[in-house]
């Protein structure tokens, strides 16, 4: 069994990969670094989903019932499995991506690896509520909550860290006794199937993990969400899409958790440690090519640091290195389609217009001729925007940042907040107390001090505002995989 078949990434349904057949449509997976044409999926049709969602309705029965020790099992098997075929996940992942090798190593498939222990810990590890209740003349009642599985759901994500977001909610869903139908975004298609021939040899029984390809309206992505048969849908992609996924399933009333968009504040005091910040906001702004939720789009710079920060910024954002995806040396890749990088370069001809200084980047770099159709962008940072400007106000997905003064802690706090996405913040200080005082301050569901993307996956993660509904990670993810039934008992 194979996900790849000549070329071919399949859909996965009820444990086996579904040939194509004549009539059947597909679609092209390009490789964002070259523009080159790697594989042709299988788009999924309506009555396919629908098979893929009877095969996880009857696997529900059977794996809910299967013991937490065992499916537990399954999930630390999946976890080596993935490490023993480490590099296969690495190749698949920078073919969909363009990523560097090295980031696709150190984050994405090594996160894969994480989600699957961390959840399987968590669910072995869990409790249950229960309240002693007192009752006149002396007698009590015993409450407790038995938890359930939310049934069969529905998990659609995005391009930007596709294996890591995918698993960050299957393994859980998994764990937690769900069966799963899985759509990955169009561009990212081919872990989603690589991890199917993992979950099978860690002994996941048939029908328990679907994967369904294609878009969304009028594809796989609206025919899963539109569902009679899903009981409930986690989404992580762009607040548009979430704010349809919500009315598609609000008149069957369906539970739903949305990790969206983000437009995230860096706050950078006079007192901080102006390397550790340096190096924190390059990782920030720049990672991924600035395609990670949390990505860092604006920066406020105390004004007695503004001009250290700005250079020393632009120093490191000039030493990135843009290249093959293969160079063990490159830093920083593509972006992930020609389409995503005309919306960028929208942007960036937009700030022009405002009158926005591009103290770096601000174009197109040349490549030579082996990545010239690829969909490559400069890291670019600006100063001369405001908040009231659209590059400050709308979430951009790319490696480009806006640096912006401020002279008092209470202006940059409002400076930081005046948002309508609550994603994540990062604080940078020396001062303890600051620290503490002004990450809470921030209207997010994630704010780091001194630090960036650093995760605990025990801790809750998701975003308020138009960044979000709902959170996962921990206890978090037990909470929205699960339903409680409390029963009653007078003692
Ligand atoms: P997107 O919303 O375009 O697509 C996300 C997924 O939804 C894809 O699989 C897509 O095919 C599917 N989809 C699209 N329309 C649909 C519909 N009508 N019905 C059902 N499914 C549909 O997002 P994207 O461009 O793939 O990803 C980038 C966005 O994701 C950014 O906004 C980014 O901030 C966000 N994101 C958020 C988090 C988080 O944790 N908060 C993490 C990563 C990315």
Not at 216 to 243: K, L, M, N
Request: aromatic fraction near 8%; proline fraction near 5%.
């Amino acid at each position: 069994m194979t996900a790849q078949t000549s070329r071919w990434i399949r859909n996965f349904v009820d444990g086996r990969f579904i040939d194509p057949d004549d009539g059947g449509k597909s679609f092209e997976a390009t490789d964002p670094a070259t523009g080159r044409v790697h594989s042709l999926v299988h788009e999924a049709d309506a009555p396919l989903v629908d098979r893929a969602v009877a095969a996880a309705r009857k696997a529900l029965g059977p794996w809910s019932a299967t013991p937490v020790r065992e499916r537990t099992e399954v999930l630390r098997r999946a976890a080596a499995l993935i490490e023993a075929r480490f590099e296969e996940f690495v190749a698949a992942e920078v073919a969909d991506t363009g990523k560097p090798v090295t980031l696709a190593r150190d984050l994405d498939v090594a996160r894969a690896v994480s989600n699957f222990r961390t959840f399987a810990d968590v669910v072995a590890a869990a409790g249950q509520e229960s309240f002693l209740t007192d009752l006149p003349g002396g007698r009590q009642a015993l409450n407790y909550a038995v938890r359930k599985p939310l049934g069969v759901v529905a998990v659609i994500v995005p391009w930007n860290l596709p294996l890591l977001l995918l698993t960050w909610k299957v393994a859980p869903a998994l764990a937690c006794g769900n069966t799963v139908v899985v759509k990955p975004s169009e561009e990212t298609p081919g872990t989603a199937a690589l991890l199917a021939e993992v979950l099978a040899e860690a002994g996941l029984p048939a029908g328990a993990y679907n994967v369904v390809h294609g878009f969304g309206g009028g594809s796989a992505g609206e025919y899963v969400t539109t569902h009679p048969g899903i009981d409930g849908v986690t989404f992580t992609g762009s607040t548009a899409t979430g704010a349809r996924v919500m009315k598609t399933v609000a008149p069957r009333v369906r539970p739903v958790s949305f990790e969206l968009g983000g437009k995230n504040a860096a706050l950078v005091f006079a007192d901080a440690d102006i390397e550790e910040t340096l190096d924190g906001l390059t990782r920030s702004v720049f990672a991924n090519t600035g395609q990670v939720c949390l990505c860092t789009e604006r920066v406020y710079v105390h004004r007695s640091v503004f001009a250290d920060i700005a250079d020393g910024l632009v120093e490191r954002a000039r030493s990135l290195r843009l290249g093959s995806p293969l160079d063990p040396a490159t830093t920083t890749g593509p972006l992930i389609s020609q389409a995503h990088r005309e919306k960028v370069r929208g942007y960036l001809d937009l700030a022009g217009q405002l009158g926005a200084k591009a103290l770096t980047g601000g174009g197109t770099p040349g490549l030579g001729e082996e990545l010239d159709g690829g969909s490559w962008i400069e890291p670019t940072l600006w100063t001369g925007l405001t908040n009231a400007d659209r590059p400050v106000r709308e979430e951009i997905f790319g490696p480009v940042a806006a640096l912006i003064p401020f002279d008092t802690e209470e202006e940059a706090i409002g400076l930081a907040n005046d948002t309508e996405y609550g994603l994540a913040a990062s604080v940078w200080t020396r001062d303890l107390r600051r620290g503490h005082r002004v990450a809470q301050a921030m209207d997010v569901g994630m704010s780091w001090v001194n630090t960036w993307f650093l995760r605990d996956l025990r801790s809750p993660f998701g975003g308020v505002g138009l960044s979000g509904l709902g959170r996962e990670g921990g206890a978090s993810s037990l909470h929205f995989y699960t339903e409680p039934t409390n029963v009653c008992v007078q003692l």
